[in-house]
């Protein structure tokens, strides 16, 4: 049995919750790290099926036939460049649902919370791992899957990242009345600040160097948010995407990098504005999936699905995590069960 401390008005109350402890799995054999010689490079499957945009996907309606496991929410260790935390969900059962740690160097992986994951994951430099959980609040859990803590308990919160250099995260916050804000916690949950938040955006990130936060928008637009000068920035680009994902900063402050469900990677300036796609895919059937940017700043790590077209109405989807260089090359697999 594991206590679970529940913070609430100043007072923790101690519960009891029927969770499993962390599950070690061993590596495999022969595993194939991130950094490590063994590393296997990963590679787009050359057959054209991946390249034809199947009919059933524009009017008809496809049948899926989708993997097992599901990989998403890819974040690197704050502190270790080898180690990924990530969001796995097991379609046929859900042993395998949950947080898991993986080292890339050993090919050890370690289920450290196992149940269902809504709305961001976060791994923080203190050593806290903090997640959304139905309700659409925040919960806090060790890296060694001790200490599990719901932080937030007032009005939706969601998405949650760590300020930079600080004991502190910030959220989405939308309040009963539907106005949204970003909230700045520390992890016992006490409210430190507000910002505004833009019509439209979500998943709120602040720059390494602490002076902006930038937004995913629905409508095309990096939105971004001048801190010191409580300003908040535009820029269009609408005539490099159709279908506009997630983001993540680049280590200079000055770049953010995104995805383009058909297009590809892409990396802006924030300071000119001008879009450079860094990894192209065939229009639909590939698709790269919230980037994040390694503590080191040398990599990024992201999901990768591929949809290859099976007659006229089936769409086989096969779904992994990748890492690469900044610039979109030396992409290579992460090792995972399929």
Same mark, same amino acid.
């Given at each position: 049995?594991?206590?679970?401390?529940?913070?609430?008005?100043?007072?923790?109350?101690?519960?009891?919750?029927?969770?499993? /402890?962390?599950?070690?799995?061993?590596?495999?054999?022969?595993?194939?790290?991130?950094?490590?010689?063994?590393?296997?490079?990963?590679?787009?499957?050359?057959?054209?099926?991946?390249?034809?945009? /199947?009919?059933?996907?524009?009017?008809?309606?496809?049948?899926?036939?989708?993997?097992?496991?599901?990989? %998403?929410?890819?974040?690197?260790?704050?502190?270790?460049?080898?180690?990924?935390?990530?969001?796995?969900?097991?379609? %046929?059962?859900?042993?395998?649902?949950?947080?898991?740690?993986?080292?890339?160097?050993?090919?050890?992986?370690?289920?450290?919370?196992?149940?269902?994951?809504?709305?961001?994951?976060?791994?923080?430099?203190?050593?806290?791992?903090?997640?959304?959980?139905?309700?659409?609040?925040?919960?806090?859990?060790?890296?060694?899957?001790?200490?599990?803590?719901?932080?937030?308990?007032?009005?939706?919160?969601?998405?949650?990242?760590?300020?930079?250099?600080?004991?502190?995260?910030?959220?989405?916050?939308?309040?009963?009345?539907?106005?949204?804000?970003?909230?700045? &916690?520390?992890?016992?949950?006490?409210?430190?600040?507000?910002?505004?938040?833009?019509?439209?955006?979500?998943?709120?990130?602040?720059?390494?160097?602490?002076?902006?936060?930038?937004?995913?928008?629905?409508?095309?637009?990096?939105? &971004?948010?001048?801190?010191?000068?409580?300003?908040?920035?535009?820029?269009?680009?609408?005539?490099?995407?159709?279908?506009?994902?997630?983001?993540?900063?680049? /280590?200079?402050?000055?770049?953010?990098?995104?995805?383009?469900?058909?297009?590809?990677?892409?990396?802006?300036?924030? %300071?000119?504005?001008?879009?450079?796609?860094?990894?192209?895919?065939?229009?639909?059937?590939?698709?790269?999936?919230? /980037?994040?940017?390694?503590?080191?700043?040398?990599?990024?790590?992201?999901?990768?699905?591929?949809?290859?077209?099976?007659?006229?109405?089936?769409?086989?989807?096969?779904?992994?995590?990748?890492?690469?260089?900044?610039?979109?090359?030396?992409?290579?697999?992460?090792?995972?069960?399929?």
């Amino acid at each position: 049995m594991r206590t679970v401390c529940i913070i609430l008005a100043g007072a923790i109350l101690a519960l009891t919750a029927c969770q499993r /402890p962390p599950e070690v799995i061993p590596p495999d054999p022969d595993p194939t790290p991130a950094l490590c010689a063994s590393y296997v490079e990963h590679t787009t499957p050359a057959h054209d099926s991946m390249y034809n945009l /199947p009919s059933c996907m524009t009017a008809l309606g496809c049948r899926y036939h989708l993997p097992r496991y599901w990989y %998403e929410r890819p974040v690197p260790s704050p502190d270790d460049p080898n180690q990924i935390l990530y969001y796995v969900k097991d379609r %046929e059962s859900d042993i395998q649902t949950g947080l898991w740690i993986i080292d890339l160097c050993t090919g050890t992986r370690t289920h450290i919370f196992a149940d269902d994951v809504w709305h961001g994951t976060e791994w923080c430099s203190n050593g806290w791992i903090l997640f959304g959980r139905p309700g659409q609040e925040i919960w806090k859990i060790k890296e060694n899957g001790d200490s599990l803590a719901q932080v937030t308990f007032s009005g939706r919160n969601i998405y949650p990242r760590q300020v930079p250099g600080e004991a502190a995260f910030i959220v989405l916050h939308t309040r009963p009345s539907g106005q949204g804000d970003v909230f700045k &916690y520390n992890f016992q949950g006490v409210a430190l600040d507000s910002f505004p938040a833009p019509a439209g955006g979500v998943s709120p990130i602040m720059s390494p160097d602490g002076q902006y936060i930038a937004y995913y928008n629905a409508y095309k637009r990096i939105i &971004y948010y001048e801190i010191a000068a409580d300003t908040f920035h535009l820029l269009d680009i609408s005539d490099v995407t159709d279908t506009f994902g997630a983001l993540d900063w680049m /280590p200079d402050s000055k770049h953010l990098v995104w995805t383009d469900a058909t297009h590809g990677l892409f990396i802006t300036s924030i %300071e000119t504005g001008q879009s450079q796609i860094i990894k192209a895919t065939g229009y639909n059937n590939l698709i790269y999936l919230i /980037p994040r940017i390694r503590a080191d700043g040398q990599a990024l790590v992201v999901g990768r699905v591929e949809q290859e077209t099976i007659g006229l109405d089936q769409v086989r989807q096969t779904q992994s995590l990748v890492m690469m260089r900044l610039d979109g090359t030396d992409e290579r697999h992460i090792s995972l069960p399929e």
